[in-house]
T-cell receptor
């Protein structure tokens, strides 16, 4: 398995500000994913982040709003920029461990609960 | 990836088997069926996956119909800790492409 930690675990922010969420994995992984889970809803994929290349964003999400960094194989950040109350969600980091030849499991972090006032 | 349909909610008595259905009538031949669950305030957790044969692990069993258009996740002896939202996901298991698309899932409540 993969152990994933996220910082912060939760935050309350003012509209118009930005928050950077960190995701740390206990081992090297090829692919990392960022999801958003709005209150009472399912998970929605924001983007896929590979080390050494720009993130690939899903429809409805743009780099200016959700810039992502992936400086190495164990770490990634997601920034929620110019926040509004509609950005209040749980943001989850996820990894796929394809480097060990097992493509069957995807592991999720505990999430960052963001509230925008 | 094919679309899945699940009942929005189910109840089950503690100690009984919980059977969660999933319809995936447009599934393609190279698409797998995955099950994840999300316990309140936690990230999703992998349960099991399968292509066409029934599968069993320490957590659950997965029964896939012969035409692969539907499947059932079975928790053989449900406990209160199995209360969670269960997601059935259909996707191709490509190398390096582990993107998961989540539907609304089934909210399973285990009652004492």
């Amino acid at each position: 398995s993969a152990v994933i930690s996220q910082k912060p675990s939760r935050d309350i922010c003012q509209r118009g500000t930005s928050l950077t969420i960190q995701c740390q994995v206990d081992s090297q992984v090829t692919m990392m994913f960022w999801y958003r889970q709005q209150p009472g809803q399912s998970l929605t994929l924001i983007a896929t982040a590979n080390q050494g290349s720009e993130a690939t964003y899903e429809s409805g999400f743009v780099i200016d709003k959700f810039p992502i960094s992936r400086p190495n194989l164990t770490f990634s950040t997601l920034t929620v920029s110019n926040m509004s109350p509609e950005d209040s969600s749980i943001y989850l980091c996820s990894v796929s461990r394809s480097d060990r030849g097992n493509y069957n499991e995807q592991f999720f972090g505990p999430g960052t609960r963001l509230t925008v006032l | 990836d094919a679309k899945t349909t699940q009942p929005p909610s189910m109840d089950c008595a503690e100690g009984r088997a919980a059977n969660l259905p999933c319809n995936h009538s447009t599934i393609s031949g190279n698409e797998y069926v995955y099950w994840y669950r999300q316990i309140h305030s936690q990230g999703p957790q992998y349960i099991i996956h399968g292509l066409k044969n029934n599968e069993t692990n320490e957590m659950a069993s997965l029964i896939i119909t012969e035409d692969r258009k539907s499947s059932t996740l079975i928790l053989p002896h449900a406990t209160l800790r199995d209360t969670a939202v269960y997601y059935c996901i259909v996707r191709v298991a490509l190398q390096g492409a582990q993107k998961l698309v989540f539907g609304q899932g089934t909210r399973l409540t285990i009652n004492p």
